[in-house]
């Protein structure tokens, strides 16, 4: 437990060096619960024998792409059918070395200016998302639209819930419009900042999340103390023997510049698909053949 309360007082301070105006993430409060679980489930991971053939895992989820603005014109943050499909293709190009693929369910477009500029978690958010959302624990609902606060996204983690909870409304990540490929938000265009909002969906911390020691309860990560702004070449922010490796700044987890971000790695890709049969996996569904959708 104690290790536990040490991590989670790391976690608290998850913006670690980020004075950028814009802030890649505002995902930072983690759900203790659901800590205490990536605890446990990368103390799995380390003494897990890895097979000799393994066969490699897939998973297929549907994803719902909802669009809400203040008016059908590019300052009231609408976008079109086409941004949605290349942004829907931007996350099946970057999810692909984990195994990962989505399938599109539905796409809404929705004129309505007090959802589009309604804050985390208040009262019209919360209309919002009651009215839009689609599917259920398994699948991923995805709201464009103008977020305050100079915030690219949010998202939240995932949770013990039940159908029809608040846990449940609240679930699915925001992502600001301009951020899908070809908008205006430079250099945020390419579509990364779904990318790296649906890793929180999918149980991946920031990789600066608990600097050196904490991490970002997954081994293969090398251990980063800030968040990277840009793409310096050769960061690195935790050195010494006991921290081999630079800065992960290629990371879709880390908060670097679209073009810099490129990777995630092979201890994440496990790390997702333990979240997935922990929480969002249907009953009997989820057995590491991809189905469960």
């Not at 890895?50 to 300052?75: C, E, F, G, W």
């Not at 419009?177 to 579509?191: C, I, N, R």
């Not at 990318?195 to 929180?200: A, C, D, N, R, V």
Request: proline fraction near 5%.
């Amino acid at each position: 437990m104690k290790s536990s309360v040490v991590i989670a007082a790391a976690l608290a301070m998850a913006t670690n060096g980020v004075t950028a105006k814009l802030q890649r993430c505002g995902t930072n409060e983690v759900p203790f619960a659901f800590l205490e679980e990536s605890i446990r489930l990368q103390n799995i991971a380390k003494h897990s024998k890895p097979l000799d053939d393994p066969t490699p895992r897939t998973q297929t989820i549907k994803v719902h792409m909802h669009n809400i603005y203040v008016n059908q014109s590019t300052a009231g943050a609408y976008i079109t059918e086409d941004d949605i499909m290349k942004q829907f293709d931007v996350i099946n190009d970057n999810y692909a070395s984990t195994g990962v693929s989505f399938i599109l369910g539905n796409v809404t477009f929705t004129e309505n200016a007090a959802w589009a500029k309604s804050t985390r978690g208040t009262q019209n958010e919360v209309k919002m998302k009651k009215a839009l959302r689609q599917g259920g624990y398994n699948e991923l609902n995805l709201y464009f639209r103008p977020i305050g606060g100079n915030l690219l996204g949010y998202c939240t983690f995932p949770e013990d819930t039940k159908e029809g909870s608040e846990v449940f409304w609240a679930d699915g990540c925001t992502v600001l419009q301009s951020t899908v490929p070809g908008g205006a938000t430079k250099p945020y265009d390419e579509g990364k900042t779904a990318t790296h909002e649906i890793g929180h969906w999918l149980g991946l911390f920031h990789t600066f999340q608990g600097g050196c020691r904490g991490g970002d309860m997954v081994d293969d990560t090398p251990a980063q103390e800030t968040a990277t702004g840009g793409c310096p070449e050769g960061k690195d922010t935790c050195r010494g023997t006991e921290f081999p490796g630079l800065d992960p700044i290629h990371n879709y987890m880390d908060y670097s510049d679209d073009p810099c971000m490129t990777e995630f790695t092979a201890g994440q890709a496990a790390r997702i698909y333990q979240s997935w049969d922990r929480y969002r996996a249907p009953k009997g569904a989820s057995d590491g053949s991809g189905e469960g959708i």
